[in-house]
């Protein structure tokens, strides 16, 4: 579940993009905790996606509170991949947030994205080609994707450019080995 902070008004009608730059990925259940009905007044816009690697495609990353490890592992990777070393230690959640902020969300509520070729892009990553969403897999190959999972896989040229829907840092992360977790339907 993705939390961009309160996007909706009293009558549940979306009224902006997002709340604030840390896009975070929350668990359903965490410690009990009981939330009101999706979208209560006061509490955030629950943002459902099919997986991680959906999430990551949208510019989310893993929460700090509810998946402490997760978020842990994807720092680590993502600074290593994408900050010195001897700036490590000195690099905050909100300054990567911000990077991550400038990377997938335009004023307005548009989606940056970047070009690549397919043979560039490690697993995990999610990609526009011909008009639909596909996951890389480095088990399975090009899957599209759907809200009901990933459909068969789908032979494209390696040499292929294509619209990279998950930011560059991102990208650069799951190159340095953090794997996002994907659906189900995606073969093992």
């Known amino acids: 579940m993705g939390n961009r902070g309160i996007l909706h008004d ?15 990925t929350c668990l359903l ?32 990353r893993p929460c700090a509170y509810c998946q402490r490890q997760r978020h842990l592992a994807f720092k680590a990777a993502w600074l290593q991949a994408n900050v010195v070393e001897e700036n490590h230690a000195g690099t905050s959640m909100k300054e990567i947030d911000d990077i991550l902020h400038a990377e997938r969300a335009v004023r307005g509520g548009g989606k940056t994205t970047f070009d690549a070729m397919l043979s560039e892009l490690p697993s995990g990553v999610i990609f526009e080609y011909e008009s639909h969403a596909y996951l ?41 080995g953090f794997s996002p977790l994907v659906h189900l339907s995606a073969p093992a």
Not at 41 to 53: C, M, R, V
Not at 153 to 159: F, S
């Open 10 to 24: 009293d009558t549940n009608k979306i009224v902006r993009p997002w709340a604030h730059k840390a896009w975070v």
């Open 29 to 60: 259940e965490f410690k009990k905790i009981k939330r009101p009905r999706p979208f209560s007044k006061g509490n955030y816009s629950e943002l459902f996606f099919i997986d991680e690697a959906t999430a990551f495609a949208a510019g989310h």
């Open 136 to 176: 890389v897999s480095n088990r399975a190959g090009y899957l599209r994707w759907s809200f009901g999972g990933y459909l068969d896989a789908r032979n494209i040229e390696p040499t292929a450019v294509v619209k990279v829907l998950t930011p560059r840092s991102i990208v650069r992360a799951f190159r340095r």
